[in-house]
């Protein structure tokens, strides 16, 4: 790749994720190419579909999730580390809209990228049946239930960006303290991975990621 060809690369990149941060994935390519100072032609030339586009400003990003999971694993309070852990995502969502729509957003025509997003939710599940085995996790606990936090975290971030930035602090702490085997009550079974899944994918799908 020219040097030219290379600085323009990474300026897209770089204008993607600050775009996506700001006003999430169903930001517009032009935008994002006038951010950028390039044309939409130079665009597509790098990247031929917006999930090309996507995987590229996001990557990053997820392995410093995967990174982060692997710390939390080494905690050696099992509790600590999974609350610990779900506080830190749900801090980056509220701190970049795109993400925050990623991370319960399928992206089916980005493979690398859903690898990785499929890497990072696996650390997850060690992580929150490490907590359970421990004791400190409710019993009835289910992987999809972190989506689900997620997914709420997503909505009161858009909805409290500007009034509220740090709403979702007090949202995180009161979904910890429910999540406490200690604290735990009889609750709705869960809608189950493959209704959680579709929803994903029907989100994607929304915003032209599929």
């Known amino acids: 790749m020219r040097a030219d060809a290379a600085r323009n690369r990474e300026a897209i990149v770089a204008t993607a994720r600050e775009v996506y941060g700001q006003r999430g994935l169903d930001a517009p390519l032009d ?28 990557a990053e990003t997820l392995h410093r999730i995967i990174d982060r999971a692997a710390r939390a694993l080494e905690d050696p309070d099992p509790w600590a580390g999974f609350a610990g852990h779900v506080t830190f995502l749900c801090e980056l969502q509220a701190r970049d809209r795109g993400l925050a729509d990623l991370l ?19 650390a997850f599940v060690r992580l929150a049946d490490r907590a359970r085995e421990a004791g400190g996790l409710r019993a009835d606990f289910v992987p999809e239930d972190l989506v689900l936090v997620l997914m709420a975290n997503a909505g009161l971030v858009h909805r409290t960006a ?49």
């Open 162 to 210: 500007g009034a509220a930035p740090d709403a979702w602090r007090r949202f995180a702490d009161l979904v910890l303290d429910g999540l406490r085997s200690a604290a735990a009550t009889p609750g709705a079974p869960p809608p189950g991975p493959e209704a959680v899944r579709r929803a994903m994918r029907q989100r994607g799908d929304s915003l032209g990621y599929s």
């Open 104 to 122: 319960t957003t399928q992206v089916t025509a980005a493979p690398g990228l859903e690898e990785l997003r499929g890497e990072a939710y696996r």
């Open 31 to 58: 935008d994002i190419a006038r951010t950028a100072g390039v044309g939409n032609a130079t665009v597509y030339r790098h990247f031929p579909s917006r999930c090309a586009l996507v995987a590229a400003a996001f």
